[in-house]
């Protein structure tokens, strides 16, 4: 992942992606961030980790996109014991409604300055 | 797209997503949000439209992806006379970066209260 930019920087495809759009249930904030940021560093140790993008608005939306080398690899991340934990604290406290999706990139191009 | 939540209504598996990723070069808001706005409602009208999800953060990083039936309707869509100026305005004025991947979905879950 880009620092700079907040783009990461995936190689040529094919490669995976899991598209998880989310709503916020209420404003508990800082518990929710830190456990937030804790998935995304535990995640990105995970082998087959090829990086992530993540944005919430204003109005409590959010879509976080990682990026994987193989389906192996991100099922394995989906298992992590305490990622579980926080899977499960996301549909009792944190979130109104999310969905997971899990796509395979085939083409990819960009734009930078 | 549910208006409440901001979470697209999509069909089962498999269909298209396309995940634009982007990062604002200044803040020339006005006539930029009325383009993109415009962007959702003009793709929306194209067959093979699925649903759209997008966020964007205070730091200029955003989020959007749009979901197709299949590669031919994103494909119009990307060829759109309207569209493609607005991708021009993109490169020369309104991004410093941006990435666009293309994507098979071919598994989603969810989970909403």
Redesign the interface.
Known sequence: MSAT????R?PA?PYY?V?F???R?GDDGRAYGEVAQRMVDLGARYDGFLGI???????G???T?SYWRDEAALLAWKRDTEHQKAQHA??TAW???????????????????
Chains 1, 2 share one sequence.
Do not use: W
């Open positions: 930019s907040g783009l990461a995936t495809p992606a598209i759009t989310s709503k249930a993008e993540s944005v919430r608005g204003a109005d939306l959010g879509i996109v996301g549909r979130y109104e409604a999310y969905e997971v999706r899990i796509a395979k990139v085939e083409r990819a191009y960009g734009f930078s300055r």
